[in-house]
Protein backbone atom coordinates (compact mmCIF):
# COMPACT_ATOMS: atom_id res chain seq x y z
CA UNK A 1 0.00 0.00 0.00
CA UNK A 2 1.38 3.71 -0.85
CA UNK A 3 1.93 5.21 2.39
CA UNK A 4 1.18 9.07 1.80
CA UNK A 5 3.61 11.84 3.67
CA UNK A 6 0.73 13.71 4.67
CA UNK A 7 -2.56 14.52 4.79
CA UNK A 8 -5.11 17.19 5.37
CA UNK A 9 -7.73 16.52 7.22
CA UNK A 10 -10.01 19.28 7.34
CA UNK A 11 -11.94 20.99 8.50
CA UNK A 12 -14.42 21.05 5.67
CA UNK A 13 -15.12 25.24 4.75
CA UNK A 14 -11.59 26.05 5.98
CA UNK A 15 -9.20 26.90 3.35
CA UNK A 16 -8.58 23.21 2.54
CA UNK A 17 -9.00 23.66 -1.51
CA UNK A 18 -6.66 26.70 -1.29
CA UNK A 19 -3.98 25.15 0.45
CA UNK A 20 -4.69 21.48 -1.25
CA UNK A 21 -4.69 23.49 -4.82
CA UNK A 22 -1.00 25.48 -3.88
CA UNK A 23 0.58 22.13 -2.42
CA UNK A 24 -0.48 20.60 -5.48
CA UNK A 25 1.33 23.20 -7.61
CA UNK A 26 5.19 22.53 -6.04
CA UNK A 27 7.11 20.71 -8.16
CA UNK A 28 8.48 18.41 -4.66
CA UNK A 29 4.55 17.51 -3.94
CA UNK A 30 2.09 15.35 -5.78
CA UNK A 31 -1.32 15.58 -4.22
CA UNK A 32 -4.09 12.78 -5.29
CA UNK A 33 -6.70 13.50 -7.74
CA UNK A 34 -9.72 13.79 -6.41
CA UNK A 35 -8.87 15.86 -4.10
CA UNK A 36 -10.95 13.92 -1.15
CA UNK A 37 -10.41 9.84 -1.47
CA UNK A 38 -12.65 9.34 1.65
CA UNK A 39 -10.81 6.27 2.06
CA UNK A 40 -9.89 6.01 5.63
CA UNK A 41 -13.15 7.76 6.44
CA UNK A 42 -15.86 5.64 4.86
CA UNK A 43 -15.65 2.39 5.79
CA UNK A 44 -17.40 1.59 1.58
CA UNK A 45 -14.22 3.21 0.71
CA UNK A 46 -11.90 1.48 2.62
CA UNK A 47 -13.00 -1.64 2.10
CA UNK A 48 -11.89 -1.19 -1.75
CA UNK A 49 -8.10 -2.43 0.08
CA UNK A 50 -4.92 -0.94 -0.54
CA UNK A 51 -4.60 -1.42 -4.03
CA UNK A 52 -7.37 0.72 -4.82
CA UNK A 53 -6.00 3.91 -2.54
CA UNK A 54 -2.47 3.23 -4.18
CA UNK A 55 -3.23 3.86 -7.40
CA UNK A 56 -4.18 7.27 -6.57
CA UNK A 57 -0.60 8.04 -6.26
CA UNK A 58 0.88 6.07 -8.96
CA UNK A 59 1.75 8.97 -11.41
CA UNK A 60 3.59 10.30 -8.24
CA UNK A 61 7.68 11.32 -9.51
CA UNK A 62 10.34 9.32 -7.49
CA UNK A 63 11.70 12.71 -6.05
CA UNK A 64 7.59 13.83 -4.55
CA UNK A 65 6.31 13.51 -0.92
CA UNK A 66 2.50 12.67 -1.60
CA UNK A 67 -0.60 13.97 -0.15
CA UNK A 68 -4.41 13.83 0.18
CA UNK A 69 -6.95 16.35 1.56
CA UNK A 70 -10.34 14.54 2.49
CA UNK A 71 -12.13 16.64 5.38
CA UNK A 72 -14.35 14.02 6.64
CA UNK A 73 -11.03 12.41 8.27
CA UNK A 74 -12.22 15.44 10.41
CA UNK A 75 -16.01 14.50 11.16
CA UNK A 76 -16.00 12.26 14.28
CA UNK A 77 -18.21 11.00 15.75
CA UNK A 78 -20.22 10.49 12.08
CA UNK A 79 -16.54 9.00 11.13
CA UNK A 80 -15.27 7.17 13.79
CA UNK A 81 -12.05 5.34 12.52
CA UNK A 82 -10.46 7.94 10.15
CA UNK A 83 -7.44 9.31 12.61
CA UNK A 84 -6.87 5.30 13.85
CA UNK A 85 -6.93 4.08 10.60
CA UNK A 86 -4.11 6.26 9.39
CA UNK A 87 -2.10 6.14 12.29
CA UNK A 88 -1.97 2.77 11.43
CA UNK A 89 -1.13 3.17 7.74
CA UNK A 90 1.25 5.85 8.43
CA UNK A 91 1.96 6.17 11.47
CA UNK A 92 4.57 8.55 10.53
CA UNK A 93 3.00 11.14 8.28
CA UNK A 94 2.39 14.73 8.86
CA UNK A 95 -1.39 15.96 9.70
CA UNK A 96 -2.62 19.41 8.59
CA UNK A 97 -5.56 20.55 10.20
CA UNK A 98 -7.25 24.22 9.40
CA UNK A 99 -9.90 25.63 11.94
CA UNK A 100 -12.25 28.60 11.13
CA UNK A 101 -14.42 30.33 13.36
CA UNK A 102 -17.47 28.19 14.21
CA UNK A 103 -20.43 29.24 12.87
CA UNK A 104 -19.59 30.78 9.40
CA UNK A 105 -17.85 27.38 8.53
CA UNK A 106 -21.11 25.44 9.56
CA UNK A 107 -23.18 27.76 7.46
CA UNK A 108 -20.96 27.21 4.58
CA UNK A 109 -21.06 23.85 5.45
CA UNK A 110 -24.90 24.00 4.64
CA UNK A 111 -24.13 26.37 1.68
CA UNK A 112 -21.70 23.41 0.65
CA UNK A 113 -24.58 20.97 1.02
CA UNK A 114 -26.88 22.88 -1.20
CA UNK A 115 -24.58 23.80 -3.82
CA UNK A 116 -23.67 19.70 -4.32
CA UNK A 117 -27.61 19.50 -4.67
CA UNK A 118 -27.34 21.77 -7.26
CA UNK A 119 -24.71 20.28 -9.12
CA UNK A 120 -26.46 17.08 -8.67
CA UNK A 121 -29.69 17.42 -9.99
CA UNK A 122 -28.87 20.77 -12.29
CA UNK A 123 -31.87 22.64 -10.20
CA UNK A 124 -31.39 25.43 -9.09
CA UNK A 125 -33.58 24.96 -6.01
CA UNK A 126 -32.98 25.74 -2.07
CA UNK A 127 -35.29 23.26 -0.58
CA UNK A 128 -34.16 23.56 3.11
CA UNK A 129 -33.22 26.88 5.62
CA UNK A 130 -30.11 26.28 7.66
CA UNK A 131 -32.31 26.70 10.64
CA UNK A 132 -34.59 23.22 8.96
CA UNK A 133 -31.02 22.02 8.99
CA UNK A 134 -30.02 22.53 12.46
CA UNK A 135 -33.13 22.45 14.63
CA UNK A 136 -35.24 19.60 12.66
CA UNK A 137 -37.67 18.71 15.40
CA UNK A 138 -39.29 22.47 14.63
CA UNK A 139 -40.09 21.52 11.19
CA UNK A 140 -41.41 18.27 11.17
CA UNK A 141 -42.19 18.98 7.78
CA UNK A 142 -39.03 20.20 5.61
CA UNK A 143 -37.89 18.59 2.75
CA UNK A 144 -36.74 15.39 2.62
CA UNK A 145 -32.88 14.21 2.42
CA UNK A 146 -33.18 13.32 -2.07
CA UNK A 147 -34.38 17.26 -2.28
CA UNK A 148 -31.30 18.72 -0.44
CA UNK A 149 -28.68 15.97 -0.53
CA UNK A 150 -26.36 15.38 -4.00
CA UNK A 151 -26.81 11.62 -4.82
CA UNK A 152 -23.11 11.47 -4.42
CA UNK A 153 -23.01 12.49 -0.75
CA UNK A 154 -25.00 9.55 0.11
CA UNK A 155 -22.78 9.43 2.86
CA UNK A 156 -22.88 11.89 4.86
CA UNK A 157 -25.14 12.25 7.94
CA UNK A 158 -28.45 14.24 7.40
CA UNK A 159 -28.48 15.63 11.21
CA UNK A 160 -27.76 18.60 12.56
CA UNK A 161 -24.24 16.91 13.26
CA UNK A 162 -22.94 17.29 10.22
CA UNK A 163 -22.62 21.27 10.27
CA UNK A 164 -22.19 21.31 14.01
CA UNK A 165 -19.94 18.60 15.03
CA UNK A 166 -17.44 19.71 12.23
CA UNK A 167 -17.09 23.19 13.94
CA UNK A 168 -16.64 21.16 17.00
CA UNK A 169 -12.35 21.64 17.18
CA UNK A 170 -11.93 20.30 20.65
CA UNK A 171 -13.45 17.17 19.73
CA UNK A 172 -11.82 16.58 16.41
CA UNK A 173 -8.10 17.87 17.36
CA UNK A 174 -8.82 15.45 20.37
CA UNK A 175 -8.65 12.51 18.02
CA UNK A 176 -5.99 13.15 15.81
CA UNK A 177 -3.79 13.92 19.23
CA UNK A 178 -4.93 10.53 20.86
CA UNK A 179 -3.18 8.91 17.53
CA UNK A 180 -0.29 11.63 16.23
CA UNK A 181 2.13 13.29 18.82
CA UNK A 182 1.81 16.89 18.76
CA UNK A 183 4.90 17.75 16.60
CA UNK A 184 3.28 16.15 13.61
CA UNK A 185 0.01 17.97 13.64
CA UNK A 186 0.56 21.84 12.05
CA UNK A 187 -2.88 23.58 12.81
CA UNK A 188 -3.58 26.57 10.56
CA UNK A 189 -6.42 29.26 12.07
CA UNK A 190 -8.12 30.16 8.16
CA UNK A 191 -8.51 33.41 9.31
CA UNK A 192 -5.12 34.26 9.83
CA UNK A 193 -4.47 32.15 6.52
CA UNK A 194 -6.43 34.26 4.08
CA UNK A 195 -4.61 37.64 5.15
CA UNK A 196 -1.27 35.95 5.23
CA UNK A 197 -1.45 33.04 1.92
CA UNK A 198 2.15 33.34 0.93
CA UNK A 199 3.77 33.14 4.97
CA UNK A 200 1.53 29.93 6.22
CA UNK A 201 2.62 28.09 2.60
CA UNK A 202 6.16 28.53 3.14
CA UNK A 203 5.52 27.14 6.81
CA UNK A 204 3.31 24.66 6.02
CA UNK A 205 6.56 23.81 2.91
CA UNK A 206 8.84 23.90 5.94
CA UNK A 207 6.70 21.87 8.21
CA UNK A 208 6.34 18.80 5.20
CA UNK A 209 10.32 19.11 5.12
CA UNK A 210 10.23 21.01 1.90
CA UNK A 211 12.04 24.40 0.32
CA UNK A 212 10.01 27.33 1.13
CA UNK A 213 10.67 28.71 -1.96
CA UNK A 214 8.45 26.86 -3.46
CA UNK A 215 5.80 28.68 -2.50
CA UNK A 216 6.20 31.47 -5.01
CA UNK A 217 4.71 28.18 -7.33
CA UNK A 218 2.00 27.12 -5.63
CA UNK A 219 0.51 30.98 -5.22
CA UNK A 220 0.31 31.49 -9.04
CA UNK A 221 -1.88 28.13 -8.89
CA UNK A 222 -4.63 28.67 -6.27
CA UNK A 223 -7.84 27.64 -6.31
CA UNK A 224 -10.44 28.84 -3.95
CA UNK A 225 -14.02 26.76 -3.29
CA UNK A 226 -16.74 30.00 -2.88
CA UNK A 227 -20.19 29.37 -2.85
CA UNK A 228 -21.50 32.55 -3.40
CA UNK A 229 -20.45 32.89 -7.78
CA UNK A 230 -22.43 29.40 -7.52
CA UNK A 231 -25.72 30.42 -6.37
CA UNK A 232 -25.97 33.41 -8.18
CA UNK A 233 -24.92 31.24 -11.80
CA UNK A 234 -26.97 28.30 -11.00
CA UNK A 235 -29.88 30.65 -10.27
CA UNK A 236 -29.25 32.79 -13.42
CA UNK A 237 -29.04 28.89 -15.23
CA UNK A 238 -32.27 27.81 -13.67
CA UNK A 239 -33.95 31.26 -15.02
CA UNK A 240 -32.93 30.97 -18.44
CA UNK A 241 -33.54 27.55 -18.50
CA UNK A 242 -37.10 27.61 -17.86
CA UNK A 243 -37.66 30.03 -20.45
CA UNK A 244 -35.76 28.11 -23.58
CA UNK A 245 -38.16 25.38 -21.95
CA UNK A 246 -41.59 27.13 -22.21
CA UNK A 247 -40.88 29.63 -25.48
CA UNK A 248 -37.21 28.10 -27.46
CA UNK A 249 -37.38 24.45 -28.99
CA UNK A 250 -34.62 22.89 -28.71
CA UNK A 251 -33.42 22.44 -32.02
CA UNK A 252 -34.35 25.90 -32.48
CA UNK A 253 -31.62 26.66 -29.49
CA UNK A 254 -28.99 24.39 -30.74
CA UNK A 255 -28.96 26.13 -33.75
CA UNK A 256 -28.36 29.96 -32.28
CA UNK A 257 -24.76 31.01 -32.59
CA UNK A 258 -23.26 31.35 -29.07
CA UNK A 259 -23.44 35.29 -29.57
CA UNK A 260 -27.12 35.29 -30.27
CA UNK A 261 -27.61 32.90 -27.20
CA UNK A 262 -25.47 35.28 -25.20
CA UNK A 263 -27.44 38.09 -25.93
CA UNK A 264 -30.85 36.01 -24.72
CA UNK A 265 -29.44 35.02 -21.61
CA UNK A 266 -28.92 38.53 -21.17
CA UNK A 267 -32.09 39.75 -22.07
CA UNK A 268 -34.21 36.96 -20.43
CA UNK A 269 -31.94 37.62 -17.02
CA UNK A 270 -33.12 41.38 -17.17
CA UNK A 271 -36.77 40.96 -18.02
CA UNK A 272 -36.80 38.93 -14.67
CA UNK A 273 -35.34 41.46 -12.52
CA UNK A 274 -37.12 44.19 -14.44
CA UNK A 275 -40.22 41.82 -13.47
CA UNK A 276 -38.84 41.06 -9.90
CA UNK A 277 -38.17 37.72 -10.34
CA UNK A 278 -35.39 36.99 -8.13
CA UNK A 279 -32.72 34.39 -7.48
CA UNK A 280 -33.38 31.61 -5.46
CA UNK A 281 -30.31 32.05 -2.73
CA UNK A 282 -29.66 30.26 0.97
CA UNK A 283 -31.12 33.10 3.04
CA UNK A 284 -28.72 34.04 5.58
CA UNK A 285 -29.32 32.17 9.12
CA UNK A 286 -31.46 34.39 11.16
CA UNK A 287 -29.67 36.50 14.30
CA UNK A 288 -31.86 34.38 16.91
CA UNK A 289 -29.59 31.28 15.18
CA UNK A 290 -26.53 33.37 15.06
CA UNK A 291 -26.63 34.04 19.22
CA UNK A 292 -27.95 30.30 19.29
CA UNK A 293 -24.54 29.11 17.88
CA UNK A 294 -21.98 31.37 19.54
CA UNK A 295 -23.25 30.43 22.11
CA UNK A 296 -22.65 27.03 21.61
CA UNK A 297 -19.43 27.37 20.55
CA UNK A 298 -17.53 30.34 22.40
CA UNK A 299 -17.31 28.18 25.96
CA UNK A 300 -15.02 26.00 23.85
CA UNK A 301 -12.36 28.26 22.94
CA UNK A 302 -9.98 27.82 25.78
CA UNK A 303 -9.71 24.20 25.35
CA UNK A 304 -9.28 24.50 21.58
CA UNK A 305 -6.47 27.19 22.25
CA UNK A 306 -4.90 24.72 25.08
CA UNK A 307 -5.46 21.76 22.32
CA UNK A 308 -4.12 23.70 19.20
CA UNK A 309 -1.45 25.94 20.58
CA UNK A 310 -3.79 28.57 18.15
CA UNK A 311 -4.88 32.14 19.82
CA UNK A 312 -8.50 32.46 18.91
CA UNK A 313 -8.20 36.35 19.60
CA UNK A 314 -9.56 36.67 15.83
CA UNK A 315 -12.91 34.28 16.48
CA UNK A 316 -13.39 36.42 20.17
CA UNK A 317 -13.47 39.70 18.14
CA UNK A 318 -16.13 38.18 15.68
CA UNK A 319 -17.76 37.27 18.40
CA UNK A 320 -17.85 40.67 20.23
CA UNK A 321 -18.35 43.26 17.60
CA UNK A 322 -21.76 40.44 17.05
CA UNK A 323 -22.85 40.68 20.44
CA UNK A 324 -21.99 44.66 20.06
CA UNK A 325 -24.48 44.63 16.93
CA UNK A 326 -27.10 42.90 18.69
CA UNK A 327 -26.91 45.22 21.65
CA UNK A 328 -26.75 42.77 24.26
CA UNK A 329 -24.16 40.54 26.64
CA UNK A 330 -23.41 37.10 25.78
Known sequence: ?????????????????????????????????????EFFARDDRFALG????????????????????STIHSLVPHFPHAARRIAEAAPDARIIYMLRHPVARSYSMYQEVLKHYQNDSRRGRVNRSFEEFLFPEDFPNRAPRDAVFARFDAHLPDTPGLLLDGS?????AAEYLAHF?????????FEDYVKARRQYLEDVLVFLGLDPAEARDGLEHEARNTSLDHFERTAQDQQLSDFKSRFVPRWLNDALPAPIRARLRKA??????????AAELPQPMLPETRDWLTRHFAPRYSEIEQ???????????????????????P
Not at 181 to 189: N, Q
Not at 307 to 329: F, H, K, S, V, Y
Open 1 to 37: MHIPDFFIVGAAKAGTTSLTSQLKACPSIFMTTPKEP
Open 50 to 69: PDWYSALYAAAGPEQITGES
Open 168 to 172: DYSLQ
Open 307 to 329: LTGLDLAPWRQIDARWWQERGCA
Open 268 to 277: VLSANRARGV
Open 181 to 189: PRESIRFIL
